[in-house]
């Protein structure tokens, strides 16, 4: 859950927001501007209309106050001050009017639009460029709610701010008119909703607060969505459902009740607006006509002014408890990109060489947070060597690939590429040059085909020739629609062992210098993997190829074979080596062998 945001980290979103496109809001603001001087213009009309209707058709020309301002626009147009002339200038300022406001509309709602647009694109990108590290911290839910549903309600709020504007100058227009007209009722007015707006503030929960568990309650219903989705098949076979359902539906509750507090409050403090504003009406009248000398036309356009003064004012209470709601969505997103700005991994750097003739770990400790895992790790493979890496579970070898892949940077020591520290490269040129496979590799809910190439353009002759290396021939047939099939959320329309198969042939595509294989093989069984093993060993000489295993048998061929224990590298040599020190790896290997034989007799 996200820290509550201080007074300044509020203040400093909006003027993130404000910031964002400033002419393009300053036009639209400046074009409400001039459609609410419209309205003025617009209602400055009914003074010479009022006095047309009560003086008969024409007026004198020597009328006084607005009305003589009025005639004398008419009199340099050399225009008759006639009723009918008067209702012809009001129609055309309306239809300048309300063509103008559509434009304010239609503007305010590209820029809303395109504000959510840009925040999505920047938190995406952010979070694809953001380190693994910071993924396995926060988990993907947090980004996946931060970008699909902060965004909207954040993106809200520059139309909010837009819609803010509009009214406050609406209503300085009808303040101003009621000032011109009557000033010492228009001032009484304003105390009494100063008044009002004083006892709402007071009364009502402030909008960040009830926003603010909005926003709390609508992340726990995405955390809550995703692992009741993406874990169904343990959320079935477990038993989770109902602890789930319950988990959800409390949340949903929470989300619903809160979300109808907000459009409560906000209906509330209209409707009191409206109520407050209406007895007022009732009190000027009676003022005005007791104590107050107005001419019928003025008394009409004070209260004229005064009736759409109301429904402004209570839109812009409204608004301003909107903004407020909306907020924490905002500052939520804005701590959201921060934070993901901070956690970018580097750009730049140099090229990457043609050919890495050797890759060394020298003195390598790292730790994930506070547990050490490596400590001292020392490792080096040649161009064109089969290295393996074997160990009990837990002792750091994923942790060395991780390393080598960039996902990680060591605490102390160095990786080396030809003598340069890997860190000196290019990061995406690094990690073209190192391909990998994992054990559990994702599957895009794609066609194979996408799967293979990860978008790249590949001839279909080398896509047919890896996909044979890789041994997915032999289940493309059963495939209905061949490379085109669709392979389902995480390819789950595929097994374990030719999911494995699918990511190795794409690592293969990537036709990298080095090529990793973490556990790659794992799901096959021992026929599949010896294949593919006789493929990878054909690679050498061109790639070079590490691999993990704990099927020992997978890495009995290599030139040289690591064994990995507590973070630090304890054994090396090749398979008969390692089984003449009768170490940890004829140990490993003694046990395997145990329990093929006990396997294969029972
Ligand atoms: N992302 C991570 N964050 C925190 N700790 C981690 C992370 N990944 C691994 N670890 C921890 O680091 C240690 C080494 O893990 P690593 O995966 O490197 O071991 P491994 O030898 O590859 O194990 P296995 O053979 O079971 O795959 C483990 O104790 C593990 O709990």
């Given at each position: 859950?996200?820290?509550?945001?201080?007074?300044?980290?509020?203040?400093?979103?909006?003027?993130?927001v404000?910031?964002?496109?400033?002419?393009?809001?300053g036009s639209?603001?400046a074009?409400?501007?001039?459609?609410?001087?419209?309205?003025?213009?617009?209602?400055?009309?009914?003074?010479?209309i009022?006095?047309a209707a009560q003086a008969?058709?024409s007026?004198?020309?020597?009328?006084?106050g607005v009305?003589?301002?009025?005639?004398?626009?008419?009199?340099?147009?050399?225009?008759?001050?006639?009723?009918?002339?008067?209702?012809?200038?009001?129609?055309?300022v309306m239809?300048?009017?309300?063509t103008a406001?559509?434009?304010?509309?239609?503007?305010?709602?590209?820029l809303?639009?395109?504000y959510?647009r840009?925040?999505?694109?920047?938190?995406?990108?952010l979070?694809?460029?953001?380190?693994?590290?910071?993924y396995?911290?926060?988990?993907?839910?947090?980004?996946?709610n931060?970008?699909l549903t902060?965004?909207r309600?954040?993106?809200?709020?520059?139309?909010?701010?837009?819609?803010f504007?509009q009214?406050?100058?609406?209503?300085?227009?009808?303040?101003?008119?009621?000032?011109?007209?009557?000033?010492?009722?228009?001032?009484?007015?304003?105390v009494?909703l100063?008044?009002?707006t004083a006892?709402?503030?007071?009364?009502?929960?402030?909008?960040y607060?009830?926003?603010?568990r909005?926003?709390?309650?609508?992340?726990q219903?995405?955390?809550t969505?995703?692992?009741?989705t993406?874990?169904?098949?343990?959320?079935?076979?477990?038993g989770m459902?109902?602890?789930?359902l319950a988990?959800?539906?409390?949340?949903?509750?929470?989300?619903?009740?809160?979300?109808v507090a907000?459009?409560?409050?906000?209906?509330?403090?209209?409707?009191?607006?409206r109520l407050s504003?209406?007895?007022?009406?009732?009190?000027l009248?009676?003022?005005a006509?007791?104590?107050?000398?107005?001419s019928i036309a003025?008394?009409?356009?004070?209260l004229f002014a005064?009736?759409?003064?109301a429904?402004?004012?209570?839109s812009?209470?409204?608004?301003?408890?909107a903004?407020?709601g909306?907020?924490?969505h905002?500052?939520?997103?804005?701590?959201?990109?921060d934070r993901l700005?901070?956690?970018q991994?580097?750009?730049?750097?140099?090229?990457v060489?043609?050919?890495?003739e050797?890759?060394?770990?020298?003195n390598?400790?790292?730790?994930?947070?506070?547990?050490?895992v490596?400590?001292?790790?020392?490792?080096?493979?040649?161009?064109?060597?089969?290295?393996?890496?074997?160990?009990k579970?837990?002792?750091?070898?994923?942790?060395?690939?991780?390393?080598l892949t960039?996902?990680?940077?060591?605490?102390?020591?160095?990786?080396?590429?030809?003598?340069?520290?890997?860190?000196?490269?290019?990061?995406?040129?690094?990690?073209?040059?190192?391909?990998?496979?994992?054990?559990?590799p994702?599957?895009?809910?794609?066609?194979?085909r996408?799967?293979?190439?990860?978008?790249?353009?590949?001839?279909?002759?080398?896509?047919?020739?890896?996909?044979?290396?890789?041994?997915?021939l032999?289940?493309?047939d059963?495939?209905?629609?061949g490379?085109?099939?669709v392979?389902?959320?995480?390819?789950?329309?595929?097994?374990g062992?030719?999911?494995?198969r699918?990511a190795?042939?794409?690592?293969?595509?990537?036709?990298?210098e080095?090529?990793?294989l973490?556990e790659?093989?794992s799901d096959?069984?021992?026929n599949l993997?010896?294949q593919i093993?006789?493929?990878?060993e054909t690679?050498?000489?061109?790639q070079t190829?590490?691999?993990?295993?704990?099927?020992?048998?997978t890495?009995?061929n290599?030139?040289?074979?690591?064994?990995?224990?507590?973070?630090?590298?304890?054994?090396r040599?090749s398979?008969?080596?390692?089984?003449n020190?009768?170490?940890?790896?004829?140990?490993?290997?003694?046990m395997?062998?145990?329990?093929?034989a006990?396997?294969s007799s029972g």
């Open positions: 859950m996200a820290a509550t945001p201080s007074v300044s980290e509020k203040y400093a979103s909006l003027r993130r404000a910031l964002y496109r400033p002419a393009l809001t639209i603001v074009a409400s501007l001039f459609v609410m001087l419209l309205e003025g213009v617009g209602l400055s009309f009914l003074f010479p009022l006095d008969g058709q007026l004198p020309l020597q009328a006084n009305t003589g301002r009025f005639l004398s626009v008419y009199v340099a147009a050399g225009l008759p001050v006639t009723l009918e002339f008067l209702l012809v200038g009001l129609a055309c239809v300048i009017r309300f406001s559509f434009a304010v509309k239609w503007l305010a709602a590209k809303t639009q395109t959510e840009d925040l999505k694109d920047r938190a995406y990108e979070a694809m460029g953001a380190s693994v590290a910071y396995d911290d926060k988990g993907s839910d947090d980004i996946m931060t970008i902060q965004t309600y954040a993106g809200r709020v520059i139309g909010r701010i837009i819609q504007f009214q406050a100058i609406l209503c300085l227009v009808y303040i101003g008119i009621a000032l011109a007209i009557a000033p010492v009722l228009a001032v009484g007015a304003a009494a100063g008044g009002v006892i709402i503030r007071y009364g009502i929960e402030p909008g607060a009830v926003g603010d909005v926003a709390t309650a609508n992340e219903l995405q955390e969505t995703q692992a009741g993406q874990g169904i098949r343990d959320v079935k076979l477990f459902r109902d602890g789930l988990e959800f539906r409390s949340t949903l509750d929470r989300y619903t009740s809160t979300s907000v459009r409560r409050n906000q209906v509330a403090i209209g409707s009191l607006y504003v209406s007895l007022l009406l009732f009190g009248v009676y003022v006509i007791s104590f107050r000398a107005l003025e008394l009409g356009v004070f005064m009736l759409r003064l429904p402004r004012l209570s812009l209470s409204s608004t301003i408890y903004i407020e909306e907020l924490p905002l500052v939520r997103t804005h701590q959201f990109i700005e901070a956690q991994e580097p750009t730049g750097g140099q090229s060489p043609d050919s890495i050797e890759i060394a770990f020298e390598v400790s790292f730790a994930y947070e506070d547990e050490p490596l400590a001292d790790f020392s490792m080096a493979v040649d161009r064109g060597e089969f290295v393996g890496i074997v160990g579970s837990g002792g750091g070898k994923s942790t060395v690939v991780s390393l960039r996902l990680y940077t060591p605490d102390s020591g160095e990786v080396l590429a030809n003598g340069t520290p890997i860190s000196a490269y290019a990061l995406e040129e690094w990690r073209e040059a190192v391909a990998m496979v994992r054990q559990d994702h599957i895009f809910n794609d066609t194979l996408y799967n293979l190439t990860a978008g790249r353009d590949i001839t279909e002759e080398t896509l047919y020739e890896v996909a044979e290396k890789a041994l997915i032999e289940f493309l059963d495939l209905p629609q490379l085109d099939t392979l389902g959320d995480d390819g789950v329309k595929l097994s062992g030719q999911r494995q699918v190795l042939a794409r690592a293969l595509l990537a036709d990298a080095v090529l990793v973490d790659a093989t096959l069984d021992s993997e010896q093993h006789r493929t990878v690679l050498d000489g061109d190829v590490i691999a993990i295993a704990h099927r020992l048998s890495v009995s290599a030139d040289r074979i690591y064994t990995v224990e507590d973070g630090q590298v304890t054994e040599g398979h008969a080596e390692l089984l020190d009768n170490g940890t790896y004829a140990e490993l290997y003694a395997q062998g145990t329990a093929a006990q396997s």
